[in-house]
């Protein structure tokens, strides 16, 4: 359960983006989308080889 503190006078608007800060910092709502349809485990593989070469990558260029 996620809890946001609300000091005495906040803005509820500040809370309110609080919250989905942190909502979003769960992850819930992208499982939730990766769990809508079935990938084969051959594609997530595939995917998280090329997100490999693209950190590499990444991490080349800085050096």
Avoid: D, H
């Amino acid at each position: 359960m996620i809890i946001v503190p609300i000091k005495e006078g906040e803005n509820i608007e500040r809370a309110l983006k609080k919250f989905k800060r942190k909502f979003e910092k769960t992850g819930i709502m992208k499982e939730l989308r990766s769990r809508q349809a079935f990938t084969k485990p051959s594609i997530n593989k595939r995917e998280s080889v090329k997100k490999a070469i693209y950190i590499q990558k990444i991490q080349e260029k800085e050096e």
